[in-house]
């Protein structure tokens, strides 16, 4: 199963908005898995200063998206898996 990641920071409420759209939208069977950006020095390095970020295997979106954007990296991603 492929995994979707999020990644967060704490009190982070760009981050707030972000799990809130997922609320909103079907991630089919994709599982969200929510990241802190301190949980590896590689997401920290690259992305601390781009959080909230979504992760699809190679796709990466940051900030600022909306539930289309999210649709959108699904869409293509899962026609790639």
Request: proline residues 4%; glycine residues 2%; charged residues 35%.
């Amino acid at each position: 199963m492929n995994k979707l990641i999020l990644l967060t920071g704490k009190d982070c409420p760009l981050c707030d908005k972000a799990k809130s759209l997922f609320a909103e939208i079907d991630i089919g069977q994709l599982k969200l898995e929510e990241l802190d950006i301190y949980s590896k020095r590689l997401y920290l390095d690259k992305y601390w200063d781009k959080i909230p970020v979504v992760l699809l295997q190679e796709k990466e979106l940051c900030w600022p998206f909306e539930s289309k954007d999210i649709l959108e990296i699904l869409d293509r991603n899962i026609k790639e898996i």
